[in-house]
C-alpha cells in the first residue's frame, strides 16, 4: 500500500460515504485539501469517490467492530494520522412495533445507529489522542429530538446518539477531542427519496418547515466541516439541528406561508 502521509494534510474518516450526507462530506473535506478515509457497505458508491484526490475507500458494515478498527488503521497506514471522525452511517425501519419481527429489525437499526457510533469513537480516540486532540461529528436527526408517528425505533436510535455524544464528549474533553452530533431535518438523500418523489407528501413535509425545503446534503456537510474546524474549538457535547427551523416550531400552529428560495 501507499502512504501519503508526507502531505501535513489533515486527515478525516467518514462512515456511510457512499451516498446523501456521507458522500457530500467526504466529497467537500478532499475538495478542501483533507485526505479522506470513506467508509460504507456500498461498493459502488464508494467506487464513486476513488476518483477523488486523496480518498481511500473501505467496505465493511460499521456495526462490527473489525471494520471501525480497519477504518482508522487505514487512515494511519496510509496518510499517517487522523484527525476528525464523522460517523455518519443510518438507516431508518423497524416497522410497527407490534408487528412480526420488529424487535429484530430494531436490533438491526440499533446495531447501525448507535453501536456503530459507540465503535467509532472507541476506534479514533486513540488516534485523535496521538495527534493532540481531535474531532468526532456523529449524524443524529431532528427524529431523535421528539417523537414522530410510526418511526419508533428511528426516533429511540437517533435520540440515542445524542446522549451518547453528551456523555463521551464530558470524557474526552479534557484530552481535546471534541465530540458532537448534527441534527439533520428533511434532507435529498436515499432515505428521503422516495418521500419527496410523491407530491404531496413532499408539500405536507415542506410545509412543516419554516424554510419550505428540503436540504441539501451539502448543506449538512457544511456544518458537519465547521464542528470539526478550528472554528469551534470551544464546541464540545452539543447536537445541532440542521433543519431550515423545522425543530424550532413548537408544531401547533404551521410556520407561515412562503417559497423556497433555493
Known amino acids: 500500500m501507499t502512504s501519503d502521509s508526507t502531505t501535513g494534510a489533515p486527515v478525516a474518516l467518514v462512515t456511510g460515504a457512499a451516498s446523501g450526507i ?12 483533507h485526505r479522506v478515509v470513506a467508509v460504507d457497505v456500498d461498493k459502488a458508491g464508494l467506487v464513486a469517490l476513488e476518483d477523488l484526490e486523496g480518498v481511500a475507500t473501505l467496505l465493511g458494515d460499521v ?56 465503535l467509532g469513537i472507541r476506534a479514533a480516540v486513540p488516534a485523535l489522542r496521538a495527534a493532540g486532540g481531535g474531532s468526532v461529528v456523529a449524524t443524529s436527526s431532528v427524529s431523535g429530538l421528539r417523537g414522530d408517528p410510526g418511526t419508533w425505533g428511528y426516533n429511540a436510535t437517533k435520540a440515542a446518539v445524542i446522549n451518547l455524544v453528551r456523555a463521551t464528549a ?11 452530533a448534527i441534527a439533520p431535518g428533511g434532507t435529498d438523500t436515499a432515505l428521503t427519496a422516495a418521500q419527496i418523489a410523491d407530491p404531496d407528501f413532499s408539500a405536507l413535509i415542506t410545509g412543516r418547515i419554516p424554510a419550505h425545503r428540503w436540504a441539501d446534503p451539502r448543506e449538512q456537510a457544511e456544518v458537519i466541516w465547521f464542528l470539526t474546524s478550528p472554528a469551534a474549538s470551544y464546541v464540545t457535547g452539543v447536537t445541532v439541528p440542521v433543519d431550515g427551523g423545522l425543530s424550532a416550531n413548537g408544531g401547533i400552529l404551521p410556520p407561515p406561508p412562503g417559497r423556497a428560495t433555493r
Open 170 to 180: 464530558v470524557d474526552y474533553a479534557a484530552e481535546n477531542i471534541r465530540i458532537n
Open 63 to 118: 456495526a462490527e467492530e473489525s471494520t471501525n478498527t480497519a477504518a482508522v488503521r487505514l487512515a494511519l497506514d496510509r496518510f499517517g494520522r487522523l484527525d476528525a471522525a464523522v460517523l455518519n452511517a443510518g438507516i431508518g425501519g423497524a416497522g410497527p412495533l407490534e408487528s412480526p419481527g420488529a424487535i429484530d429489525r430494531f436490533d438491526r437499526l440499533f446495531a447501525v445507529n448507535v453501536r456503530s457510533v459507540a
Open 22 to 33: 456521507g458522500a457530500a462530506t467526504a466529497r467537500l473535506f478532499a475538495e478542501r485539501g
